[in-house]
């Protein structure tokens, strides 16, 4: 084992295949991704500065702003992505079973501002 001062080390024991970026959850201060095994006691990964703080913190990719959490969850799958901030598909989100139809009805709030830059709706519902 290596001995001395790093910016970051990252050690696992699991019985599953390596795969260091689903480990890479684990650095994340929101619950909803480290699922409450955090070994991050720094600054919130979900926001790109603290309120009122000059401090930056958010990782810079081609010229745009990514806080922590939006980089990892788009390295998982969809991710929208406003501001440099991961930000929620639907609030308000309600799943219903209709036992007549036999099919689940999912209903959310949508953010009008789910366009591209031409205008299309970057969601498709069928």
């Not at 890479?24 to 703080?53: I, P, V, Y």
């Not at 309600?94 to 709706?121: M, R």
Request: proline letters at 3%; aromatic letters at 12%; glycine letters at 8%.
């Amino acid at each position: 084992m290596d001995h001395g001062e790093f910016d970051f080390a990252e050690g696992a024991i699991s019985g599953n295949v390596l795969n260091p970026l689903e480990f890479m959850n684990t650095l994340s201060t929101n619950k909803a991704l480290n699922q409450g095994f955090c070994l991050n006691w720094g600054k919130r990964t979900d926001r790109l500065h603290e309120a009122g703080s000059t401090d930056r913190y958010a990782a810079t990719y081609q010229g745009q702003d990514y806080s922590y959490d939006a980089l990892w969850n788009a390295s998982q799958g969809f991710t929208p992505v406003d501001d440099g901030i991961a930000t929620p598909v639907g609030n308000n989100a309600q799943i219903t079973y209709d036992s007549a139809k036999k099919a689940l009805n999912f209903k959310a709030e949508f953010s009008p501002q789910v366009v591209d830059e031409k205008g299309n709706c970057l969601y498709e519902f069928s």
